[in-house]
């Protein structure tokens, strides 16, 4: 299998991805610590989500600042006794709050994984088109790899556990019902069971 990567370079943070046959491999470096960790498949749905990280009290803040700026200003022209230079003064501060409040606000997309965390990816990093195609890459290996695992008949397991498993698979959308069908047909041939006593199931 081709090993596929990703490397995501924030203001202050920094995030490496790894495909392998295991999983999904983070690196995630942020000021001084590094946090390294695998997601096995098992462990990765097909479930995603965008997701805005910004603060709104920064925003807020610049905003009210621009206009007391703005206030301020109206007083200067208007004759009233105001501090020469105040409105440029509360101008900048206001700026600067603003420009620090976009420099910080990322567009996350997030991956949900089955004990319900977030493996978090930078929406725009290095672009939407690469990050989408790196997950969609993910997800279409994590879903042969459970194909592979519990999903090929096996006369050396039981026939319930391989009819489990291939529910399983269905129900966490790591095949289609073709699939499905298929699978459960050459199932119950190894097994001599008929289609009839078999259903497919949604747990």
């Not at 096995?40 to 995603?48: C, D, G, L, M």
């Not at 978090?120 to 989408?132: C, L």
Request: aromatic share 12%.
């Amino acid at each position: 299998m081709e090993k596929k990567s990703l490397e995501q370079k924030g203001m202050f943070e920094t995030y490496n991805f790894l495909i392998d046959d295991a999983g999904l491999s983070v690196k995630h470096k942020k000021g001084k610590d590094i946090s390294e960790y695998n997601i096995p498949y098992e462990k990765i749905t097909a479930n995603r989500y965008t997701h805005i990280d910004d603060n709104k009290t920064i925003l807020f803040a610049g905003l009210i600042i621009c206009v007391i700026s703005a206030a301020v200003f109206t007083a200067s022209i208007t004759g009233q006794d105001v501090e020469p230079g105040a409105a440029v003064f509360w101008l900048v501060i206001g700026l600067i709050f603003l420009g620090y409040y976009f420099i910080i606000r990322k567009k996350r997309l997030i991956v949900v994984t089955t004990d319900n965390k977030a493996i978090n990816f930078f929406q725009e990093n290095p672009s939407i088109e690469t990050v989408n195609e790196f997950i969609n890459n993910l997800i279409e290996m994590r879903n042969k790899n459970l194909l592979d695992k519990y999903g090929k008949p096996n006369k050396l397991l039981e026939y319930s556990v391989q009819y489990d498993n291939l529910n399983w698979l269905l129900n966490t959308r790591a095949i289609t019902k073709e699939i499905y069908e298929q699978q459960l047909q050459a199932l119950n041939i190894l097994f001599n069971q008929s289609s009839q006593n078999s259903t497919i199931g949604f747990r």
